[in-house]
Structures are given as structure tokens and as C-alpha cells.
């Protein structure tokens, strides 16, 4: 069963302006945790965020910032101010405690 | 602290041949996860190992397999490689893999089989 959907197959953004990546999962466990990945063009999976199913405050780290909606199972991810090197493939992920299940990504081009 | 590592980077084998990847995890971290990457399937689970043991196993043939050892590096074999075997293989490490700890992931092996 697609646990992770991510509708975005590609999205395109102006250099310093913001975007949302969308991610909805499903789950029937009470306790999961949800993370987004950037995957540059050199292949390397680079951890940016984490929220777990039980946190009240939306996870932030620097310029990224994670837009969960618990009853919607939607866990987005905001880019701030975008950059020319935030130009990558992105992955939302869920672990449920057994296995990661990855989303099959959105391809973001930061546009100067 | 040194990141994931993962041996060899790039390698290119002839079908029915077999193949040995090396991942040497995060100082510390315990579990070991490997996943397949191709443009059509997406990033797929292959096996996680804690402690030495397989702990969870993806939907994949029993030519893949792998093993844990003491220090916590991990191997993973692909034996009768299939044209399909053709993928980026990602190792990823965690502290206890128990979904609330963030995966650390290696550079990958690509793999080519021809």
C-alpha cells in the first residue's frame, strides 16, 4: 500500500521567494515520524527535517519548515527564500517503526 | 563524526555475476538500512539490520540478502545479477531505526549490470 503521496512531480520557484512541497501519508499507526530529504544531482540523500506524530509544534530547521496537519495527513515542506543550490530532488518519508516508506519525490529547479 | 560510507562507488558487473556492497554506518548507530533507487521505481526498502540481525525485510527476491557485523558495517549481496538489478543502492544508519531517529544516508553504489 503507497504509504507516502507526493502529487509535485516537478515544481519550479523564483531565487529568494518561497515554496511548499506537498506530502499526504497514510497510516493507521498512532506513532510515526515523518522527515523530508533533498537528493542532490551527485545522488546523496541529505536529512533537512523531522516531525513526530505526537509533536504540537510544527518542526523548523533554519529556511525549512514542516507544515503538519495531522487530521488532513499532510506533512508539507516550506522553503524559505530559496536559493539556487536548493535546486534537487525531494523526498518525504514516514517510518511507522518497521520500514521507511519514501514518496516518489518532487524535482524542484530554483530559477535566478 | 564521519558519515555513512559506502564501498564501491561505482561498479560494473555482467549479468548472472554476483556483487558484495560494503556501508559502514555512523559511528554509534546501530541500524543499517539499504534501499534500491532506479527512475522507475523510485526508492524501494530493501532490509534493515539492528544488532547483527535483520530486523525488516522489503518486497525484494531472496538474491539479495545481506549481514550485519559487530561494528555494525553491513554487506549487502546481489547474486545472478539481473539487467534490472540496475540501480543506485543507498545505505542508510540510524541510531535505532525505531522511527524517531533520522536516517543517515551513505553516497550510494551504482551499480550497472551489462
Known amino acids: 500500500a503507497q504509504k507516502i503521496t507526493q502529487t509535485q512531480p516537478g515544481m519550479f520557484v523564483q531565487e529568494k521567494e518561497a515554496v511548499t512541497l506537498d506530502c499526504t501519508y497514510d497510516?493507521?499507526?498512532?506513532?510515526?515520524?515523518l522527515f523530508w530529504y533533498k537528493q542532490p544531482s551527485s545522488g546523496e540523500m541529505i536529512f533537512l527535517i523531522y516531525?513526530?506524530?505526537?509533536?504540537?509544534q510544527n518542526a523548523t530547521e533554519g529556511r525549512y519548515s514542516l507544515n503538519f496537519q495531522k487530521a488532513r495527513k499532510s506533512a508539507n515542506l516550506v522553503i524559505s527564500a530559496s536559493q539556487l543550490g536548493d535546486s534537487a530532488m525531494y523526498f518525504c518519508?514516514?517510518?511507522?517503526?518497521?520500514?521507511?516508506?519514501f514518496g516518489t519525490g518532487t524535482s524542484l529547479t530554483v530559477i535566478p | 563524526k564521519a558519515g555513512v560510507t559506502q564501498t564501491p562507488r561505482y561498479l560494473i558487473k555482467t549479468r548472472g555475476q554476483q556483487v558484495t556492497l560494503s556501508c559502514s554506518p555512523i559511528?554509534?548507530?546501530?541500524?543499517v538500512s539499504w534501499y534500491q533507487q532506479t527512475p522507475g521505481q523510485g526508492l524501494q526498502f530493501l532490509f534493515e539490520?539492528?544488532?547483527?540481525?535483520?530486523?525488516n525485510k522489503g518486497n525484494f527476491p531472496g538474491r539479495f540478502s545481506g549481514r550485519q557485523f559487530s561494528n555494525s558495517r553491513s554487506e549487502m549481496n546481489v547474486s545472478t545479477l539481473e539487467l534490472g538489478d540496475s540501480a543506485l543502492y543507498l545505505c542508510?544508519?540510524?541510531?535505532?531505526?525505531?522511527?524517531?531517529?533520522?536516517?543517515?544516508f551513505g553516497p550510494g553504489t551504482r551499480l550497472t549490470v551489462t
Open positions: 542508510a544508519s540510524s541510531l535505532t531505526g525505531t522511527g524517531i531517529y533520522e536516517q543517515y
Open positions: 559511528s554509534g548507530h546501530r541500524s
Open positions: 518519508a514516514i517510518d511507522t517503526g518497521n520500514q521507511f516508506y
Open positions: 539490520y539492528f544488532s547483527e540481525t535483520q530486523r
Open positions: 516531525q513526530g506524530s505526537y509533536d504540537q
Open positions: 497510516t493507521s499507526d498512532p506513532s510515526y515520524g
